[in-house]
């Protein structure tokens, strides 16, 4: 009995690391560039990672949202570039900033929209669908700009540049908005909820009464609205849209929100502070090897290191789950 009490404890344990690593590996490198780069811990550096992290956060949300339900999303890239490009073609052509950002944020709902019509509608699965459309939407945007850059005019640099009383970087308060409204639609709505319940379970969802299409529909075009508004608070820190960009960023989403706790198998996760964690962690890589000039060969292998250690950390995770339910299962049998 005593050794049944102590594996239950055990397992706990090791389930509750397992949900508290992000948080363990961010403190880890946070003191290890603070240590290899008296640079990395200054006021100035962390206001930089804030706002280099503010579109990968954004756009790694709508990939949370998209995981809950039991999804996956491959486009956002694309979405991201075509909400850029479309931006851009708008505000060289002189028009209102207003117009440019309502129309590109809503070109971005309008293709997670067509995601969401094959996905919940026709039901394909949705890793085929969305690596069609990543390809179908770098198309369109290599249509939109001829293939060349454009510089931006200074209207949407302002995005990027903008701060609120001086102080709040605008990218850095439009990705809070963000979290912060997707974390109360999660936590706080019966939408949030039935969002989990597809995702644990899609039958005994459908049981229950949840209109599962129209939730799995919802989130992929949550997901196109976050990657839209992700494009043009990224194309509005760099101030020109080149032909590759957005390129790969889905991948990163994917690895931020994994990081963050969201699992790859749906119906476990959290925004906040979950998906923001995990976006900073992916970011902090970056910048804490450019401060600490490191070999620029080595980041896409620490990167890669990264993603490995989140699809890791998310199948212990699982396996530490079921294994309590078993344990669970088995003691109400046996009661």
Same mark, same amino acid.
Request: glycine share 12%; proline share 4%.
């Given at each position: 009995?005593?050794?049944?009490?102590?594996?239950?404890?055990?397992?706990?344990?090791?389930?509750g690391? #397992?949900?508290?690593?992000?948080? !363990?590996?961010?403190?880890?490198?946070?003191?290890?560039?603070?240590?290899?780069?008296?640079?990395?811990?200054? @006021?100035?550096?962390?206001v930089? %990672?804030l706002?280099?992290?503010? &579109?990968?956060a954004i756009?790694a949300?709508?990939?949370? #949202?998209?995981?809950?339900?039991?999804?996956?999303?491959l486009s956002?890239? &694309?979405?991201?570039?075509?909400?850029?490009? #479309?931006?851009g073609?708008?505000? %060289?052509?002189?028009e209102?900033?207003?117009?440019?950002?309502?129309?590109?944020?809503l070109?971005?709902?309008a293709?997670?929209?067509?995601?969401?019509?094959?996905?919940?509608?026709a039901q394909?699965?949705?890793?085929?669908?969305?690596?069609?459309?990543?390809?179908?939407?770098?198309?369109i945007?290599?249509?939109?700009?001829?293939t060349?850059?454009?510089?931006?005019p200074?209207?949407?640099?302002?995005?990027?540049?903008?701060?609120?009383?001086g102080?709040v970087?605008?990218p850095?308060?439009?990705?809070?908005?963000?979290l912060?409204?997707?974390?109360?639609?999660?936590?706080?709505?019966?939408?949030?909820r039935?969002?989990?319940?597809?995702g644990q379970?899609?039958?005994?969802?459908?049981?229950?009464?949840?209109?599962?299409?129209?939730?799995?529909?919802?989130?992929?075009i949550?997901?196109?609205?976050?990657?839209?508004?992700?494009g043009?608070?990224? !194309?509005?820190?760099?101030?020109?849209?080149? /032909?590759?960009f957005?390129?790969?960023?889905?991948?990163?989403?994917?690895?931020?929100?994994?990081l963050?706790?969201?699992?790859l198998f749906?119906?476990r996760?959290?925004?906040? @502070?979950?998906?923001?964690?995990?976006?900073?962690?992916i970011?902090?890589?970056?910048?804490?090897?450019?401060?600490?000039?490191?070999? /620029?060969?080595?980041? @896409?292998?620490?990167?890669?290191?990264?993603?490995?250690?989140?699809v890791?950390?998310?199948t212990?995770?699982?396996?530490? #789950?079921?294994?309590?339910?078993?344990r669970?299962?088995?003691?109400?049998?046996?009661?």
């Amino acid at each position: 009995m005593r050794g049944e009490a102590g594996g239950r404890f055990g397992e706990r344990l090791m389930l509750g690391f #397992l949900r508290r690593a992000p948080a !363990v590996l961010f403190a880890v490198l946070v003191i290890g560039f603070s240590i290899a780069s008296p640079a990395f811990p200054t @006021p100035r550096n962390l206001v930089n %990672l804030l706002i280099q992290a503010s &579109s990968a956060a954004i756009v790694a949300t709508g990939m949370t #949202l998209v995981l809950l339900a039991g999804g996956i999303d491959l486009s956002v890239g &694309s979405i991201m570039y075509i909400a850029a490009a #479309l931006a851009g073609k708008m505000a %060289l052509a002189g028009e209102p900033l207003a117009t440019v950002v309502t129309l590109a944020i809503l070109a971005g709902a309008a293709f997670g929209a067509v995601n969401a019509v094959f996905v919940a509608r026709a039901q394909m699965m949705a890793f085929i669908v969305t690596l069609a459309t990543q390809y179908a939407g770098r198309g369109i945007g290599l249509r939109m700009t001829e293939t060349r850059a454009m510089n931006l005019p200074d209207g949407i640099l302002r995005i990027g540049t903008a701060k609120l009383f001086g102080i709040v970087p605008a990218p850095v308060l439009i990705a809070a908005a963000v979290l912060a409204a997707a974390h109360v639609l999660v936590t706080r709505t019966t939408f949030g909820r039935q969002i989990l319940a597809v995702g644990q379970d899609r039958e005994a969802a459908r049981k229950a009464g949840v209109p599962v299409r129209r939730i799995t529909a919802a989130v992929y075009i949550l997901c196109g609205l976050c990657a839209a508004i992700a494009g043009l608070v990224s !194309v509005a820190q760099l101030g020109a849209v080149s /032909p590759t960009f957005g390129l790969g960023r889905e991948f990163g989403a994917i690895a931020a929100a994994v990081l963050g706790g969201t699992s790859l198998f749906g119906g476990r996760g959290a925004v906040l @502070p979950g998906t923001l964690l995990g976006a900073l962690l992916i970011q902090m890589i970056d910048n804490g090897l450019n401060i600490a000039d490191a070999d /620029p060969y080595s980041y @896409p292998l620490v990167t890669a290191a990264a993603i490995f250690l989140a699809v890791w950390l998310d199948t212990a995770r699982e396996a530490r #789950l079921a294994a309590l339910r078993r344990r669970r299962i088995r003691t109400e049998e046996g009661f």
